[in-house]
């Protein structure tokens, strides 16, 4: 008798497909159940990993979340503007999502640990762990633990029967959500490297985008995208079909040094065309509707926001806190903004709001609704200490 059942989190890929035989051969588990969640990643390699799950483990779910990951993680990220040194933030915004689900599984199958594929290095095993243990479960993380290197992994696989997906040529480690793909390792860990144009899948190199530049609308409620060029869908398609259009035009891809939580620098390769989209529509149109006051604190509570989600904690009660004011001043967050896509780049051509505190009748040089000379008293008393100052100073030369 080993120790009973496991769940593993389950991508298909090399580190978590050599995790199954490892679990039962140096971890005496006696059940290793695999658990994919798919977020949006392509539909072959969510074909791949329920095809391999079902082979190798003695039980595998797929789980749909693509709806909840959107709902849940996706549209919260939009109202906080959620980016981490410049980039919207992805993988961080699914850790959560996928470790609740395999959770669910875990305690379905009664199972007291769970097991994931992610390395000593990173942040994921931050990300997982943390969920992991709030539900009180053990984490195995055989390939923390084990301190494998990739060629032995090769290896064990090949002794295993285990199909190696990672082709020499192209020795990329992919991440992937309908909201953002990642792409690491291999030659790009040398941050002098120019990436080749083949790391990237839902861009085109900006050289290569059309000439003629494509207006879009999106419009906004409560600070979430429910329209693309007047039609309505709901969030997961309406982010697909603006992937492929902002992809065709080359927008959101970025190379960057990235600092990890453990405080590792990574060579980072990413690309996000909707998210580049969405969230640079979204902060305009909350410039044209809350307060100066609001933007200012805003922004603050963006970044604390920021920080909890992409060290996805998302239990800490700040998290909760922040989400509910930055809910409140979605409220308020409604309208179209129009675009235009061309060769890598997107602008805002114009945005509109039933909620705009924008008053062209206020501001315009041609409306007389102000009385000007109003202004004339609080220019008066207008930077009044800095000016006494100031006039003290030449005095005293
Ligand atoms: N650095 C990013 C993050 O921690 C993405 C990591 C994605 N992993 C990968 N194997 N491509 O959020």
Redesign the pocket.
């Known amino acids: 008798m080993g120790k009973g059942t496991i769940v593993l989190a389950y991508s298909g890929g090399l580190d978590t497909s050599i995790c199954i035989p490892l679990l039962k051969e140096r971890y005496d588990y006696d059940r290793v159940v695999t658990v994919a969640v798919h977020v949006g990643q392509q539909d072959d390699e969510i074909a791949v990993a329920t095809e391999k799950g079902k082979k190798l483990a003695d039980k595998h779910y797929t789980i749909d979340a693509r709806d909840a990951f959107v709902k849940d993680h996706v549209f919260p990220a939009i109202k906080a503007n959620g980016s ?1 040194e410049g980039y919207p ?4 915004l699914a ?1 959560p999502l996928i470790a609740q689900e395999v959770v669910r599984i875990a305690k379905k199958e009664k199972a007291k640990a769970i097991g994931h594929g992610c390395t000593g290095k ?3 095993q931050l ?1 997982f762990d943390f969920i992991i243990r709030s539900a009180g479960l053990e984490v195995v993380a055989p390939i923390r633990e084990l301190n494998l290197t990739r060629d032995w992994e090769i290896e064990y696989a090949k002794e295993h029967r285990i199909p190696v997906p990672v082709k020499k040529d192209k020795p ?5 959500n309908c909201w ?6 291999g030659k790009l860990e040398d941050p002098a490297y120019h990436p080749p144009d083949e790391i990237y899948a839902w861009t085109v190199s900006p050289k290569n985008a059309p000439d003629t530049p494509e207006k879009i609308t999106l419009e906004f409620r409560s600070g979430v995208p429910v329209a693309l060029n007047n039609k309505k869908y709901g969030g997961y398609e309406l982010i697909q079909k603006l992937n492929v259009l902002a992809g065709k035009h080359g927008i959101g891809r970025n190379d960057m040094i ?1 600092d ?2 453990l405080g590792l620098k ?1 060579r ?1 390769n ?1 690309e996000h065309p909707a998210a580049t989209v969405i969230l640079k529509a979204h902060s305009d149109l909350e410039a044209l509707i809350l307060t100066r006051s609001e933007l200012a604190f805003k922004r603050m509570v963006d970044d604390k926001w920021s920080e909890l989600a ?1 060290k996805g904690l998302v239990y800490e009660p700040l998290y909760a806190a922040l989400n509910a004011f930055i809910d409140t001043t979605q409220e308020r967050v409604n309208g179209t903004v129009d675009l235009e896509l061309y060769k890598g780049h997107v602008m805002v051509l114009g945005r509109s709001s039933p909620d705009a505190i924008y008053s062209s009748d206020l501001v315009s040089f041609d409306s007389d609704s102000i009385d000007q000379c109003h202004a004339i008293g609080v220019s008066q008393y207008f930077g009044i200490q800095a000016r006494l100052v100031k006039q003290m100073a030449a005095k005293k030369k």
Do not use: C, K, L, P
């Open positions: 981490y933030m992805g993988t961080s850790r990173g942040n994921d990300r990329w480690s992919i991440d992937e953002s793909r990642s792409i690491e390792g990235e990890r939580i990574a980072e990413y992409y």
